[in-house]
């Protein structure tokens, strides 16, 4: 991996869902550029091994819970004193969640409030820091299915996923004169145990969903890693409410090359 060592040195960097997929990727990605990673992760086992691995911190946190949101954010200001980049990171893509016609309540409130409400968890308490700071830089992962409709539906996933989109625009826009930047990384599908788990196990599913990619692949979660270092640090400096598309070419294809 080549990369700027000096990019983010010295700045903290709280990553939510960092045990695992694109989220351990990008804590590796940032430490190597110099960063003080937080693991938050509600696994216990994988979210240490992956501090200890990074000479980082981790900090159990269930990002659905806004008490421990707020000392997730708490813990990094004390252990490092600053809170510099939030990459909120972490989602779930359960079997119960498919089309609105089967998707019952429960389900869909489950998914809303992993993977939207927790967002809204995360900006609340990591923003008061940066403002005193000056500066921060905010990264949530939305998806590209928030910028297009899915045949094969998983309702309530691809509802939170706009919300996500539509509330990192908002806050990049309300906390742009202040110093901090917030913008949504949309993912297309990525090589990682979530997707392998949803479809890419099955590789006649796996050939179906490839049709649609122009690069005809699935993105690794390094390449995503390196997509949130560069909106982390300041060569994005002119970025802000944006919705970071890194998919492959999906959302720009209306038909794909055989």
Not at 48 to 72: H, I, K, P
Not at 147 to 160: E, N, P, R
Request: aromatic share 6%.
């Amino acid at each position: 991996m080549d990369v700027n060592a000096s990019r983010l040195i010295d700045r903290s960097a709280v990553i939510t869902g960092g045990a695992s997929g694109i989220g351990l990727a990008t804590a590796r990605r940032m430490a190597a550029e110099g960063a003080h990673v937080v693991i938050a992760d509600i696994d216990q086992v994988t979210g240490q091994a992956a501090a200890s691995e990074l000479g980082g911190l981790f900090v159990r946190t269930d990002v659905s819970n806004a008490e421990e949101v707020e000392n997730l954010y708490a813990e990094t200001h004390k252990t490092f004193g600053s809170v510099d980049i939030a990459f909120n990171n972490a989602g779930i893509s359960p079997a119960d969640d498919a089309s609105i016609l089967e998707t019952g309540i429960d389900a869909w409130r489950k998914v809303q409030e992993v993977n939207l409400t927790s967002v809204y968890h995360c900006c609340k308490y990591a923003l008061p820091y940066m403002q005193k700071q000056g500066k921060g830089s905010i990264i949530n992962t939305a998806s590209f299915v928030a910028v297009m409709g899915a045949a094969t539906s998983q309702i309530s996933y691809s509802a939170s996923k706009g919300g996500v989109l539509a509330m990192s625009r908002e806050l990049g826009v309300e906390f742009a004169r202040q110093g901090i930047r917030v913008n949504a990384l949309c993912p297309g599908p990525v090589n990682t145990p979530l997707l392998k788990e949803l479809f890419a196990k099955d590789p006649e599913q796996a050939a179906r969903r490839l049709v649609h990619v122009p690069l005809g692949r699935f993105a690794e979660p390094e390449e995503l890693a390196a997509a949130v270092a560069f909106l982390a640090s300041d060569d994005s400096s002119f970025m802000t409410a944006s919705t970071f598309l890194v998919d492959g070419g999906i959302s720009g294809a209306y038909t794909t090359p055989l």
